[in-house]
């Protein structure tokens, strides 16, 4: 069974950092591209950033670009996001989702999300 | 940007069919995928490119796609099927992927 699970939100101060993580497990995870997806409280999704299996390619969101930081560990099957310089705006419930295959453009799994709070 | 439009809300009796509309230039040019979320949920994929159905998913979601816009189809609504649903197409101009506003389906 395909397992996501984030860690890592929390409370965090306008301009500070936070570093988010998703434990994956359940498949091959060297093998699949990965994205965060990120829900502010009662609105919609809102693609954040992606890699690829090998980390050789990594795209993000106007919104967060030369903010966040997207990495993964193969080894430890493991997908990171570093968030810096966070703003109020980026509060929201950040999800890790896997890509279903090579030429499939959609996300086939989801973890449950961690909450990420800016504010003073 | 690539902008995908939905409408806010669409309101089904039970027992009816539900259409839920995602707008965008050229749409029918690209492949459309719609999830459904479910309250305190992490998203479920019901249709991937534009009209197939992932295992598990009942026969009632249907989808198409064609000009400027893409229809997930609900037949036969059941209240279970209440939820927000959003269309995600991926933008290959810019690499980005991209979500609808999402459509929360009230069944009355």
């Known amino acids: 069974e395909v397992q996501l699970v984030e860690s890592g939100g929390g409370l965090v101060q306008p301009g500070g950092s936070l570093r988010l993580s998703c434990a994956a497990s359940g498949f091959t995870f060297s093998s699949y591209s990965m994205a965060w997806v990120r829900q502010a409280p009662g609105k919609g999704l809102e693609w954040v950033s992606y890699i690829s299996s090998s980390s050789s390619t990594i795209n993000y969101a106007d919104s967060v670009k030369g903010r966040f930081t997207v990495s993964r560990d193969n080894a430890k099957n493991s997908l990171l996001l570093q968030m810096n310089s966070l703003r109020a705006e980026d509060t929201a419930v950040y999800y890790c989702?896997?890509?279903?295959?090579?030429?499939?453009?959609?996300?086939?799994?989801w973890g449950q999300g961690t909450l990420v709070t800016v504010s003073s | 940007s690539y902008v995908l439009a939905q409408p806010p809300s669409v309101p089904v009796a039970p027992g009816r069919a539900a259409t839920i509309t995602c707008g965008g230039d050229n749409i029918g040019s690209k492949n459309v995928h719609w999830y459904q979320q479910k309250p305190g949920q992490a998203p479920v994929v019901v249709i991937y490119y534009d009209s197939e159905r992932p295992s598990g998913i009942p026969e009632r979601f249907s989808g198409s796609n064609s000009g400027n816009t893409a229809t997930l189809t609900i037949s036969r609504v059941e209240a279970g099927d209440e939820a927000d649903y959003y269309c995600q197409v991926w933008d290959s101009s810019t690499d980005h992927w991209v979500f609808g506003g999402g459509t929360k389906l009230t069944v009355l």
């Open positions: 989702a896997r890509r279903r295959s090579s030429g499939f453009y959609y996300f086939d799994n």
